[in-house]
């Protein structure tokens, strides 16, 4: 080092047009090097020496990048050096395992790698000329070096030079004693020399060359504009938006040969190279894929195409192709060109009919025709030629940025580089020659490389980036072994998640993920960490449990790790239930029955995985068997935490499997299965040991990805997390299972009792089917009987679901209504009353159901009986420490007991044995325990509906045999035992085509206390009819429409609807097949209306009735009280109602919002599209449906922060009481202060900060930086809980913490609204609390 800084003078170099080309780049590749036993393997010591010695030679690179006046200079200061960065890391990747993983990206080690794809700033702030990291493998056996150097300073020819140079001085330094000098070797940095070499007359540009550097553009301009280091971290930025997939393929010499002989044969080229077939190549396969993009790409080039001016015509196509300018100038050759190292390439572009590249892909002819238009124009780059790019390069210094602009706005484009010549493979540094060579992925897309090929290869290596590598077919790249995947340009950088208080984790345990094919050995090796899963399917990752001292950030920054989540806690989306046998009508409702009867289907054939809690195999009804011959049960395994191993047969011990079980495949005469001979596959995941049914995300992936390898064609999954967000592992995994073809029926949740947003995790998943439940028709359950002063009353009593002894009172015991100390019969406070020995009788409402029968238990009653104040009947729970028994009543038997007891005295007795008959009054309706859309971006959820409120199916034998129970639990494998019939019907199905026709083809179902029908965000397509899914003969597309960007303008084009100016109003297309492919179809059009929902009452403040009754407000109360046309309207306005076998229409349809509902007061709206289909020769319509749903108003403008009387936030004590004066609040260590929020909204980012008295932001809170998070539950946690104390954290990872000093503080709260964008601040809600003093 010393003798580098003694020899190095200050001097500038001035930078030419050529080294701006392709200055928007770096030149990053990775060396592997094979250690053959050595221990002193590339010593640390030695590398660095040989460095620095290499380094005398080029003193260039600890120059500094000046831009002037727009022109560049490299400015070397002896005095203020910007010298490279150079690092070491050591790995826990052996080199056995980089080799074994073919030297894909995610089998080495991570970071390699310390740049990005495009030069930007470094740790002083500036761009390094070069960036060295020597990462050591694993039990010394190995090096991977990286070596970058920006095209600011070199091109791949000086690129190569310097590193050579490197490995020949080391090497030297290696063997040599040093009792010779190593004379130092002289490079030429003067860009003057090639200017000199150009000839004084040059030829014209044609006109694509003159469009590429004499060309203008808006972008051009903004590029030029900046800064490099301003320039580079923009490109950086902008290809997270559009990642590529990078990939490398071997091109044998003996491929190469054929295609060159077959090229010369047709007589269109006499003399190709190896880069003109290989140019021809990549050309038409990159075509191929940019062919095939989507719509939505299409525009997307349109709009970029019209920021440039065009260079390519409608149908054109660019091949760029990457020329060194060296060989080609005389004067330069004669000059000793191995001397100058810095910039000399340049492009010219190749212009070829899209479908000429295309057509090549079979055509020998056509595939000559473009190898010889590459030939043609390389051949016509002459030194002439280059001397006109020079003149045009050094005219204009932003000449580079329009060409760049250009690459970057011309999808219809391939570059192309040929970096085999370069000798890569000869960096030797005495040790051997790398094994393997790999570059960084670059931030264009469709760009290749051709590179050289390693040891025992022969031919190339091409490195292509494109923008859909799925897409392209290839006339030669389709290998039969992928070298190597170089990762997407997206960041690799670990992300940790964090979720809010109200989710339940479990404490020190984590879900990992990993990249692809990265091993977990490295989370192995730390000692504070166990790894107790391993996931290598669909996801690839592990769970862990961590020591108290480790932090999920450490977790995040050990070598492979792609993301970290807490190990979140799931729970059974169920109730109990009431006994009710009514199989047959359930069937009959749902299109089963004739499903069973006419078409013969019963599931076989088809295999249904299972999710639950096991079940209890030695059931009669369920096969009485476990994986014998002919035996239903063919798969599955114990996941669950408390299993000894996967292979343990899943036994049931909780109830819930056998139940879910039995309502997918009984096979018995009290239960009757939807499909009864579908093969099955249980995966149990939940414990016996715990006091409630729960799991764990690490249980519930690694059951997944068994079911998944077990081949099922569909998964059944009854539980969830209410959250809105599709963003957990459990969620993305069912996404991807669905796109592998699986189909997902998931539990949309039982939180509807919190109203609007309350959809599960993972059923909120993409492509997942989201099922809500519908009270069955008929109720059998407990009885009690009322002896009052006119005779004796038989009332039908729903049993509390959170106890486990029932409602038992053998002998008569007198009822009393009580009154509390507020004079309340509601007993929301405490009852003044003495109940000893008493049944205490109290009405539903403004308290919780725990609420008062603890009041009612406090004051000495034997059991409590509550009776509704609407309609109906429902599931009532009490919390744990409500021990006397309870019973829920309808409102009409209610109110005869209350007048019974206030007109004498009245008794109660009940029986467990003693079942009763009724008829529900809310069967075939919504229940209300089920979870309602929508997803936290107005997603419609859930998808369908199904039979889920008291039913009736198998138990363990243990438990009984048989129970009811209730819940989206029993809706879901309703719908997975619908969906293996319909797939019996239709084998090659596909899990989208399902989708659709059950929406489609579902009923919507009526709400009679309205007179419409329920919302779709209640009921999605509505009840399903598997009868009607599998005779369908159309295809409607899309199933169903979420309303997410209402319009707010005067429509103008429906001459017969005109709604005021300023109202809201959507355009949406509907393509409808006729699939019948003998008969033509006729189409009519019909609207149903649907209720509207909401939260809120005309104040703006939360709704009393959602507060106290659990209830949504609906609208219209009554639909005789309000004009027809103020209701949700759809007019179809374009499309042929005629449609001939086989074909298909596109009918347009014009939705428009209720009229006249007030936005203040948040509404939900929704209808169905009802499209009556009718076959020529027939008489009878088929309906089919597509719902619609959406918000009345701007969503933007929504307040996320809780409404009165929940929210605003507030601090609040231990207790979570308010803190009445937060001016005299006064934190200390021993003081428990929170902050508590309410959101009636999720939200993207949710930040609470701590901000000084000088108003500069301190930090986040402890728990005070989350992303997607979902609404609080008014029934389960109504607030979110973040400690305020004097621990803050300087990163949202929560990585880096300190403590405050004493002073005065206040919270600092911001949330983003729905569709907000997090980088604009005015998209975020703001709260500030009042100031308080932090002290030591």
Aim: charge should be negative; glycine fraction near 8%; charged fraction near 15%.
């Amino acid at each position: 080092m010393d003798l580098f800084l003694k020899n190095i003078k200050s001097q500038t170099y001035a930078l030419n047009g050529w080294d701006f080309i392709s200055a928007f780049a770096n030149i990053p590749f990775t060396f592997y090097f094979k250690n053959p036993g050595q221990s002193d393997f590339m010593s640390s010591s030695l590398l660095r020496a040989s460095f620095l010695r290499t380094l005398q030679e080029f003193p260039i690179l600890a120059g500094h990048l000046v831009v002037r006046d727009s022109r560049g200079y490299i400015v070397v200061d002896k005095n203020n050096l910007n010298m490279p960065e150079y690092t070491e890391s050591q790995s826990c990747i052996d080199y056995k395992f980089v080799e074994a993983g073919n030297f894909s990206w995610d089998a080495l080690p991570h970071p390699v790698s310390t740049v990005n794809a495009a030069p930007s700033k470094g740790a002083n702030a500036q761009i390094k000329l070069v960036n060295v990291n020597v990462v050591r493998l694993r039990n010394n056996s190995g090096v991977a070096l990286f070596v970058n150097m920006p095209h600011y300073v070199v091109d791949g020819y000086g690129y190569a030079v310097f590193v050579r140079r490197w490995a020949e001085v080391c090497m030297w330094m290696h063997g040599n004693t040093y009792e010779t000098e190593l004379p130092l070797r002289e490079y030429v940095f003067d860009r003057a020399v090639v200017r000199d070499a150009m000839p004084t007359d040059m030829l014209p540009l044609d006109d694509a060359c003159s469009h590429m550097y004499g060309g203008s553009s808006t972008i051009g301009h903004l590029l030029a504009w900046m800064s490099p280091e301003t320039r580079g971290d923009v490109l950086v930025t902008g290809t997270k938006l559009m990642p590529a997939d990078g990939h490398i393929f071997h091109v044998s010499r003996n491929t190469i040969n054929e295609l060159r002989s077959r090229v010369e044969q047709t007589g269109l080229a006499h003399r190709v190279s190896d880069n003109d077939v290989l140019a021809a190549m990549v050309s038409q396969s990159v075509a191929q894929g940019v062919h095939a993009k989507s719509r939505t790409r299409r525009i997307f080039s349109s709009l970029m195409r019209s920021l440039t001016r065009p260079l390519l015509g409608r149908n054109d196509f660019l091949s760029l192709i990457i020329v060194d300018a060296r060989p080609r100038l005389d004067k330069l050759v004669r000059m000793a060109p191995a001397k100058y190292v810095g910039g000399c390439i340049t492009g010219v572009p190749v212009i070829n009919s899209t479908q000429t590249l295309i057509a090549a892909a079979s055509s020998d002819k056509q595939f000559s025709a473009i190898t010889s238009s590459v030939r043609a124009v390389v051949d016509s780059v002459s030194d002439k030629y280059m001397s006109g790019i020079d003149y045009a390069l050094n005219r204009d210094p932003a000449c580079f940025a329009h060409s760049l602009a250009l690459s970057i706005t011309t999808p219809e484009k391939v570059i192309i580089t040929n970096q085999s010549r370069f000798g890569l493979y000869e960096c030797d540094f005495g040790f051997g020659a790398p094994k393997w060579i790999t570059p960084m992925a670059t931030f264009l897309t469709n760009f290749a490389s051709v590179l050289p090929v390693g040891p025992n290869h022969d031919g190339y290596h091409v490195y292509l980036s494109v923008e859909n590598f799925t897409r392209m077919k290839m006339r030669i790249f389709i290998p039969s072994i992928v070298l190597a995947m170089v990762c997407a340009i997206a960041s690799c950088s670990a992300r940790v998640v964090q979720y809010p208080s109200h989710i339940r984790v479990k404490r020190n345990s984590y879900i990992v993920q990993l990249h692809p094919h990265a091993h977990a050995r490295c989370v192995h090796g730390h000692p504070d960490i166990s790894v107790s899963h391993h996931f290598d399917g669909m996801f690839h990752g592990v769970a862990v449990s961590v020591g108290d001292s480790v932090h999920p950030s450490q977790i995040a920054n050990i070598e492979g790790v792609k993301a970290v989540w807490p190990n979140r806690v799931f729970s059974l989306q169920y109730l109990n239930g009431t006994t009710n046998g009514s199989g047959e009508y359930l069937h009959q409702a749902t299109g089963v029955l004739q499903a069973h009867t006419e078409l013969g289907l019963n599931g076989a054939g088809v295999k249904i995985g299972i999710i639950d809690t096991g079940v209890d195999y030695t059931h009669p009804d369920l096969g009485a068997c476990w994986k014998t011959d002919g035996c239903p049960w063919q798969y599955g395994g114990n996941y669950a935490s408390d299993s000894r191993s996967p292979d343990d047969p899943p036994m049931d011990c909780v109830g819930h499997g056998t139940h879910v079980s039995g309502i997918i495949a009984s096979r018995g005469d009290r239960v009757k299965g939807v499909a009864p001979q579908a093969t099955l596959g249980m995966y149990r995941v939940f414990t016996c040991s715990s006091e409630s049914a729960d799991t764990n995300d690490a249980n519930v992936i690694a059951a997944m990805e068994a079911a998944f390898r077990d081949g099922h064609d569909i998964i059944s999954m009854s539980l969830g997390s209410a959250t809105a967000w599709e963003e957990d592992p459990v969620a993305v995994l069912a996404s991807k299972f669905v796109d592998a073809g699986v189909v997902m029926v998931v539990a949309n949740g039982n939180s509807g009792a919190s109203g609007l947003l309350t959809a599960s995790t993972p059923a909120v998943g993409r492509g997942v089917i989201s099922v809500g439940s519908v009270d069955n028709w008929n109720i059998t359950s407990a009885r009690a009987i009322f002896t009052t002063h006119t005779g004796q009353q038989s009332v039908l009593i729903l049993p509390s679901s959170a106890l486990t002894s029932p409602f038992v009172i053998a002998n008569d015991t007198l009822v009393v209504a009580p009154t509390d100390k507020a004079g309340s019969a509601l007993a929301c406070t405490d009852i003044t009353d003495d109940l000893s020995g008493k049944v205490a009788l109290i009405q539903r409402g403004e308290c919780s159901f725990s609420d008062k029968a603890l009041n009612a238990q406090n004051a000495g009653a034997v059991a409590v009986i509550i009776y509704n104040n609407v309609d109906g009947m429902i599931d009532m729970a009490f919390d744990n420490n409500v021990t006397i028994p309870g019973a829920f009543i309808s409102m009409h038997d209610g109110r005869m007991v209350a007048k019974s007891v206030q007109n004498g005295r009245t008794l109660v007795r009940a029986l467990k044995s003693d079942l009763i008959t009724v008829a529900s009054p809310s069967g075939g309706q919504m229940s209300a325990f089920s979870s309602l859309g929508p997803t936290a971006e107005l997603g419609l959820v859930p998808l369908i509906s199904a039979p889920g409120g008291n039913i009736f199916s198998t138990y363990p034998q243990s438990m009984g045999s048989y129970t009811s129970l209730s819940g989206t639990s029993m809706a879901t494998p309703y719908v997975a035992g619908a969906v293996a019939l319909l797939k019996q019907a239709r084998p090659g199905i596909t899990a989208s085509h399902i989708r659709e026709l059950f929406v489609t083809t579902a009923r919507p179902i009526a709400d009679p206390s309205t007179g419409l029908v329920s919302n779709p965000y209640s009921s999605g397509g509505g009840l399903i009819n598997i009868y009607d899914a599998v005779r369908a003969r159309a295809r409607i597309n899309p199933p169903l429409l979420s309303i997410n960007n209402t319009r707010r303008e005067q429509p103008g084009l429906i001459n017969d609807y005109i709604r005021p100016i300023n109202a809201y109003w959507e355009i949406h297309t509907v393509a409808v097949q006729n699939t019948d492919s003998a008969k033509p179809m006729r189409i009519s059009l019909e609207h149903i209306a649907a209720n509207s929902l909401t939260m809120f009452d005309k104040n703006g403040t939360l709704s009393q009735q959602l507060l106290t009754n659990q209830t949504m407000p609906t609208w219209p109360a009554n639909t005789n009280a309000v004009p027809a046309n103020t209701l949700p309207q759809v007019l179809g306005i374009r499309g042929n109602t005629f449609v001939l076998p086989s074909r298909s229409t596109n009918i347009t349809v014009f939705i428009a919002p209720p009229l006249g509902l007030p936005e203040s007061e948040r509404w939900f709206y929704g209808g169905f599209i009802n499209l009556k289909l009718t076959w020529d020769g027939e008489t009878t319509a088929s309906s089919h449906v597509v719902p619609y749903a959406g918000f009345n108003g701007d969503m933007r403008k929504l307040s996320v922060l809780g409404s009165a009387p929940v929210g605003p936030p507030f601090l609040a004590d231990s207790e979570l009481a308010p803190i009445e004066d937060v001016s005299e609040l006064t934190i200390s260590a021993d003081t428990d202060v929170y902050l508590a929020v309410a959101l009636d909204l999720p939200t993207r980012i949710f930040a609470a900060t701590m901000v000084d008295a000088t108003n500069t932001t301190r930090g986040y809170l402890t728990l005070g930086y989350n992303e997607y998070v979902g609404r609080t539950l008014l029934d389960e946690a109504p607030y979110y809980v973040i400690p305020v104390n004097r621990t803050v954290f300087h990163d949202p990872q929560m990585t880096n913490s300190s403590e405050l000093d004493a002073g005065s503080y206040h919270v600092h709260l911001k949330v983003l609204r729905p569709f907000g964008d997090p980088a604009r601040e005015s998209d975020f809600q703001i709260w500030d609390s009042d100031t308080f003093n932090l002290e030591d």
